[in-house]
Structures are given as C-alpha cells and as structure tokens.
C-alpha cells in the first residue's frame, strides 16, 4: 500500500471511497460535516435512521451521495469526541482497513487525521495509522497452497488536507511509517517462520541479503570455528547438542560519522527450544519456534532505520542456535567457560537464552558501544508478570530505562520496568562455578535479568524481555513483530 497526501476538499475531492469520522449520538467532525452540507443533510438523514451510532470501530459504507464528487462515504464510528485514546485511535484505524477492504477500490481518501487526541500531533496520527493499515497486509498464509483472496486490496491512500505545510508533514511522517511497518513485517516474517525453515543458517543468510541489498549496512557471520576461537564456551554449549550449526551474526548499519559510537542491539534467535535435556512438556511446545523473536525484532529494526537512512551508527548482533536433546547436549550440572571468562554451572539446560546472550553481550564490549540494549523470549515469568501489554524492561542505567519507556509510550509499543536489585543476585550462587544459570522458582524474570548484568558492567545496557508480546497464541497464532516499534522510535529519538 502507498501513501500520501491532497490538498482538497472532502465535497471536492475525486475518489472512490472517502473516509470520514461520525462521533457518538451521530456528532459529525468537520470534514463528514462539510459532505453533509454540500449533499443536503444526506448524512444526518442516514444516521437518523440510526444504522451508525458512532461506536468505536463501527462503520458504514454510503454510496451515491449526492452534491459530491467522492463515488462512496465511509461513516468511521470514533466513540465520544472528548473521550478519544492512543489505543481507540489504534482501534478507528483497524475498523477502518478492514472496511475499506470490501471496497472495490485501488485508492481512498482518508480523513482521520483530523481527530483530535490529547498530546498527539498530525505526525503521530499518520505515524500510527499507517502502521495499522500496513500491518492488514502481512500474511499467515505464505506457506498453504491456497491463499486466502476474499479480501481485495487498495494501492493507494491519500491523507486529506487543506494546507500545503500539513501536506509535506503528512508525506514526511507516512514514509517512515512505511519504513517501521516494512521492519515490523520482516520481524513477523522471520518469526512466523518454522523451525525446519529458519534455522541459524537461515537468518545468516537473511542478512546477508539484507547487507547486500543495503549500502550502508556491512553484515559479517561468525561460524562454529570462529567462535570457538574467541571462546564463546557458553553459546557453543547450547549448540552442541543440536545439528544445526550456530551462527553470530552481525549487521553493522553505519549511518553516522564515523566518530559516533554504535547503539548496539542484540537479539536472541533461538530459532527452536525444545529445552535440551530438561526437554519441555510437549503441549504448545510448537511456540518454541518464537524464541527468535529477539533476533527478528532486530533484523526489523535495522530494516527499517536502513530504509529511512536514519544518521547514527547502529549495530545488531544475533547469536543464533537452537537447544535441543542430544546424547551431546548439556547435561544439568555441567560447567562451561564463557567469553568472559567466567565459568556457568547450568543447572537448567531450558535457560539457554541467558547461555548464548552473555557470550554475545560479552563480545559487545569489542565494539566500543555508548549503549547497549538486548531483546530476548527469555522467561516464561515475564509473560505471567507482565502478560502482552507491556515487555519486561530491565536497566543498569535509568536515563536509558527512561528513554525506552518514553519511545514504547510514543509508539504505542511499551515496556514496564522491572527492579534489578542486588539482593536477587544472590539467588544466582553456585558452589562450583562463578555463578549458576537458574536462580530459582522466585522472580524469575529478575534472576534472568541479573544473570545478563553480570556481563554488562562496562557499558549502559538495557534488556528487553519480550516473552509474552513477541507473539500471540490462540486462533490469532503469530508474531506481533514487537518491540520493532520501540526499537526503532528510540532510535529516531536518539538523533
Ligand atoms: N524461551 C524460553 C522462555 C519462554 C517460555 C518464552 C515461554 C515464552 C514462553 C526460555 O528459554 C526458557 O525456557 N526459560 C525457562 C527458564 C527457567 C528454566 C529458569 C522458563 O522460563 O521456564
Ligand atoms: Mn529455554
Ligand atoms: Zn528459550
């Protein structure tokens, strides 16, 4: 879908469908006021007869109105005016999409925009509704033999206003817009993909396409020697007992002076997590292939700051394997040297994340970061905390905290923080090795989280837990290309 903007008038414009917003007890905004006026109360005679009632998400679709030039209305409920959200907003623009998805039409009008929410600009709203209309294009269904093609598809969708400054705005904020959607739907992509597809070796070769495709991005792939080499004992535990080889992957987007330190994001791509030899129960365990989420959230990410040429030097790292049983897998209670030199006592081998997380944030230390954030599907804890609405957020320094709190509000991705207090370290004493990689059925998410601090004292690190919002499961199954969105407005702010 593309986007843009005219500068017209709603009785004026020439489309096939325009879409106007109607509030509760049949209020008209502005521009469905206008059609109204010019079309000699068509609308109110409509309403009256009370087919719309102006809830949110309600919608209804009038053709041949008379006095305008547009060949359909499309009525968007938007709830009471005063009481307008973030998230009814997200709500308008979903109702929306999909209603204009019965229409047999290449291009639309939209006047949403000029809803009014408390602390929101037009860029934010244009911001939101794209990816929310963009979002309605990614597909489920990539892997049947035949695709679903009830729904028909519009190519254009043209924002309506009135002045030539809101115009360039408006083209402005839709195609970045269009950049995080394109991230948000590659993270998607890669998650939904299945375990047997997206191998480590698979999302290797993903970025390597991507560096290809993209100028500014350099991608280098460590292999099993080379990591063996810099002795990353505690990923290359996690991977021996699977026969897929493991792969460090590193997507190096230079878009600042080359004196800027890199922003460095890492992800965890455990591309199947079966638990290894404290193998998980077998019901749902088909979710574990969403235990790279962390990985695609990042390769997302670096898509769509490539695509807007954001100005900062960015780097995303993705250790990625898969954890597996095997007559060579970790045992419980085996003891492995990581890069950092300290050694682990594994007594769980289904925390494996933490595992592969502490050589890669170790190895980030190489890269001379000012700040270092790291998304993972790191604890079921966090998903009984938190649930979907908010991925765990955890912090050795507040500003950052902070900053990624702000981003998740403005981009309607957010995040909660989560203590990491001294006294939760203790729970990570081994007493045979530097430290123990479980910490008990308590806090888990926190004792996740502490374990990572152990390997981030040189630099400011943050640690995105995305277990519960990376995917949904039910009937709905399938990435939410989460925190893509957060990542990359954070990132905006930073510049
Ligand atoms: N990938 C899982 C975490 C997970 C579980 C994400 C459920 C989403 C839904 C992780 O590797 C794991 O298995 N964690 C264990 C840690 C435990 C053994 C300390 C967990 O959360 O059960
Ligand atoms: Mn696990
Ligand atoms: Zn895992």
Known sequence: MEFGSKVSSPEKVKTACIIVPVF???????????????????????????????????????????????????????????????????????????????????????????????????SWKITQAVKVFQASEDRTDTLKSEKDDSELSLGKLNWLTDSKTDSTKINKAAAKAAAIAAGISLAKTLGDLPGNVCTPTYLAEQAKSMGNTCKSMKVTILDERKMEQLGMGALLSVSRGSRQPAKFIIMDYAGGKQTQKPIVLVGKGLTFDAGGISIKPSAGMDEMKYDMCGGASVFGTMKAIAEMGLPLNVIGVVPSSENMPDGDANKPGDIVTSLSGKTIEILNTDAEGRLILCDALTYCERLEPDTVIDVATLTGACVIALGKPASGLFSNNQKLANALIDAGEESGDRCWQMPLWD?????????????????????????????????????????????????????????????????TQYLINRC
């Open 24 to 122: 509760e007890s049949g209020k008209l905004s502005s521009s469905t006021k206008q059609l109204n006026d010019h079309a000699d109360n068509y609308l109110t005679n409509i309403i009256k007869k009370g087919d719309i009632k102006g809830k949110i998400g309600q919608t209804l679709l009038v053709h041949n109105i008379p006095g305008i030039n547009a060949d359909r209305v499309l009525l968007v409920g938007c709830g009471k005016e005063k009481d307008l959200t973030d998230i009814s907003f997200r709500k308008i623009c979903s109702a929306t999409i999909l209603a204009i998805k019965t229409v047999n039409a290449i291009e639309a009008i939209c006047c949403l925009a000029e809803l009014n929410l408390k602390d929101r600009d037009l």
């Open 423 to 487: 006294e939760y370290q203790d729970q990570l004493k081994s007493n045979f090795a530097d430290i123990a990689n479980i910490g008990g059925r308590e806090a888990g998410s926190i004792t996740a989280a502490c374990f990572l601090s152990r390997f981030t004292k040189k630099f400011h690190w943050a640690h995105l837990d995305i277990a519960a919002s990376a995917w949904n499961s039910g009937a709905n199954k399938g990435a939410t290309g989460r925190p893509v969105s957060l990542l």
